[in-house]
């Protein structure tokens, strides 16, 4: 309010929709299941807040009354943010996009963009305020890439509204502009600099590019008066996700009080399961050489033994990150991480997870119908989402059949005296395999949404159900429990007629608290899946055969400008070039059960193609023609 007098310049830009809160979990309410217990998970965090934690000079707003004094404050703070930005000038003629999960390119191109991401991010904490997140990961993307993202006051991805001023700040040119940028941005949001105070918390990966990108954050966020920023160290994405949507629901939000939650709901979960529910044999873990490596290993420590775990690609000896390792790698490659052997490892049960640790994929080797030797089996995100799902469906059913009530047939919305229809679904994008989409529709019973890529639009589309599950094939997932439902498991579930139904409700709450609420996470993923296993005293094999995957295949094609290609139906059609998707179409008829589609990256500078077909060779052979085509009609190079 006070800086709208002065910020009335330049044209209106903004076309941006007004500020709507897309904050779902407000309340004050305590997060954890059981009492959290003191920890010793101490030495996982790598550095400590205070470490970071140094407020700006910039003059506070707040104790000036008149309105002289508060225009010569507005003159000194703007003077101070273009002095701040101008040490991180844009590289020139470089344009950034927001994209599919926040910004990405070379981790040296990016400080500008991650001084202003962080003014941002400052601003956003006091239009909402509320603590705001901000995480330095290029996730699955090779080590010399960097990016950033910023995570909302519910700790999901930012509302898309203000991935418009992201671009605009990001690329609006020299320290001047980019402070017009700002004023216009504070003018259209109507932010109060005087009254409110606000917090960003700071973490990032394990990239070398990292520490430095934090310092340039840091003096974006403390350039904004009245905020600070609170430094979390290294952590995954969704650790960070976690703890600030923790933080804004009353909680401490530390990393210790992260791995306190999920293990006390896992070891409730273990508790609350049939009797003689054993172990399946260890977990081998990939860690993709990042910092899944030293989360995985606080949280077998916090686990105590309940899940062995053998941990390998830590990136410990220098090995390189995403090199020929992780989730992204084993799922688009199907081919088995360095430092797992087909034969020595055969059978075994194996999962992959990304750079910053908010993907996973299960595998296995073992001997296939046609080949001599071990091939590798996947368990990609929707085997994972169809094992999550099965399972949810189970105890809903559970509490039905104890209270008599009726399952709706038109989609899976089981009747709960005194809750009304459970509104529970599933979904997917046009990524997901044609097999698990049929899974969960006809075995299930369920419905499926379709989306386009990226967890921001599944999320949202999930947060519409009681109870919502999301995962994109890559192994990107959660499950979303709407806050009044499980307040309602809480209340209630002690007084369902049977003790099938008590366990029912107990067990949904505690997976409430199991599964990252705000972003899916690998770790949270990994003890849900063994959870599972364990209750239905499954194999990975045994898992594996719930449905049989269509063959699939991934590539990707380099194009002069990818953002010729626009899409629609949830990214299944180009709309842009139409010979293009009539050419794709003439294609797919040629196959049995063929499906292909193509689309620009939002995280990298290529097309991507999928094809699904009868065999694999058949979808290899689409994929292939399908490429071709993009690279003839698009600007291949
Ligand atoms: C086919 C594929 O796996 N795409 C990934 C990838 O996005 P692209 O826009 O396709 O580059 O990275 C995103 C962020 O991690 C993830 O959400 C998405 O699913
Ligand atoms: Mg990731």
């Known amino acids: 309010m006070l800086m709208n007098s002065k910020f009335l310049s330049s044209a209106a830009f903004l076309t941006a929709k007004p500020f709507a809160s897309n904050f779902r979990h407000a309340g004050s309410s305590q997060i954890t299941l059981a009492a959290v217990r003191l920890s010793v998970f101490a030495s996982c965090s790598s550095w400590s807040s205070s470490s970071l934690s140094r407020n700006s000079s910039l003059p506070p707003l707040k104790s000036v009354d008149t309105s002289l004094a508060v225009l010569e ?9 273009r002095d701040a930005a101008a040490e991180f000038p844009p590289p020139p003629g470089k344009k950034f996009s927001y994209g599919t999960a926040g910004f990405r390119t070379d981790g040296s191109l990016l400080h500008s963009t991650v001084f202003r991401t962080g003014v941002l991010a400052a601003l956003r904490s006091l239009k909402t305020e509320k603590v705001i997140g901000l995480v330095i990961t290029a996730s699955h993307n090779q080590e010399a890439d960097n990016g950033i993202k ?3 006051p519910d700790g999901g991805m930012l509302t898309m509204d203000w991935e418009v001023y992201a671009d605009i700040i990001a690329n609006a040119g020299d320290a001047n502009l980019f402070v017009k940028a700002v004023e216009e941005i504070v003018k259209k949001e ?4 005087g009254s409110a105070s606000g917090k960003v918390l700071l973490a990032r990966d394990t990239r070398r590019s990292g520490p430095s990108l934090v310092e340039a954050a840091r003096k974006g966020i403390e350039a904004v008066s009245g905020v600070s920023a609170e430094g979390k160290g290294v952590l995954t994405t969704p650790q960070l996700h976690w703890m600030v949507r923790a933080t804004n629901k009353g909680s401490v939000g530390s990393e210790s009080e992260y791995f306190d939650t999920l293990s006390s709901a896992f070891r409730s979960l273990l508790d609350l399961g049939p009797s003689g529910v054993s172990e399946r044999g260890p977990l081998i873990v990939d860690c993709s050489n990042g910092v899944g490596a030293e989360k995985v290993t606080c949280l077998q420590r916090s686990l105590e033994g309940l899940n062995d ?3 390998r690609n830590t990136g410990r000896n220098g090995e390189i990150l995403n090199y020929l390792v992780g989730a992204d790698f084993v799922q688009k490659e199907k081919v ?3 430092n797992f052997d087909a034969v020595r490892d055969e059978g075994k049960r194996c999962v992959s997870i990304d750079g910053d640790a908010d ?14 030797t071990p091939v590798l089996h996947l368990l990609d995100g929707d085997k994972i989402m169809a094992l999550f799902a099965a399972f949810i469906a189970d105890q809903l059913r559970s509490i039905v059949n104890v209270t008599g009530s009726a399952v709706k047939q038109e989609s899976f919305a089981p009747v709960i005296p005194g809750y009304g229809a459970v509104k529970f679904g599933v979904v997917q994008t046009a990524y997901a395999n044609g097999a698990s989409t049929r899974y969960l529709q006809q075995n299930l019973g369920l419905e499926v949404v379709l989306t386009p890529t990226g967890v921001k639009h599944l999320h949202e589309k999930a947060a519409a159900y009681d109870i919502g599950i999301y995962f994109e094939a890559n192994g990107h997932g959660t499950v979303l429990f709407r806050d009044s439902f499980v307040h309602w498991l809480k209340k209630n579930g002690d007084t369902l007629p049977a003790v099938e139904g008590k366990l029912a409700a107990k067990r949904l709450e505690a997976v409430s608290e199991l599964v990252n609420q705000a972003v899916g996470d690998a770790l949270s993923g990994i003890l849900m899946v063994e959870l599972i296993l364990r209750y239905q005293g499954w194999s990975i094999q045994q898992w594996d055969t719930i449905y049989t995957d269509l063959p699939s295949r991934q590539l ?5 400008d990818r953002s010729v290609i626009t899409t629609t139906a949830a990214e299944t059609r180009v709309k842009s070039i139409p010979q293009l998707q009539e050419a794709i179409d003439n294609e797919v008829e040629k196959y049995e ?8 990256s939002g995280t990298e500078d290529v097309v991507r193609v999928y094809a699904e077909a009868a065999t694999q060779e058949l979808a290899d052979n689409l994929a292939r023609e399908v490429g071709l085509l993009v690279h003839q009609l698009a600007g291949g190079v």
């Not at 404050?73 to 943010?81: A, H």
Request: net charge positive.
């Open 593 to 600: 059960a063929g499906r292909a589609f193509v689309r620009p």
């Open 336 to 338: 088995l991480p360095q």
């Open 309 to 311: 775990m053998e941990i």
């Open 150 to 152: 910023v995570a909302d």
């Open 359 to 372: 993907r996973l994929v299960y595998f296995y080797t073992g001997q296939s119908v046609t080949e001599l």
């Open 556 to 560: 990707k094609v380099k194009v002069l």
């Open 190 to 193: 109507d932010i109060q600099f």
């Open 73 to 81: 404050m507005d003159r000194d703070r703007l003077s101070l943010l």
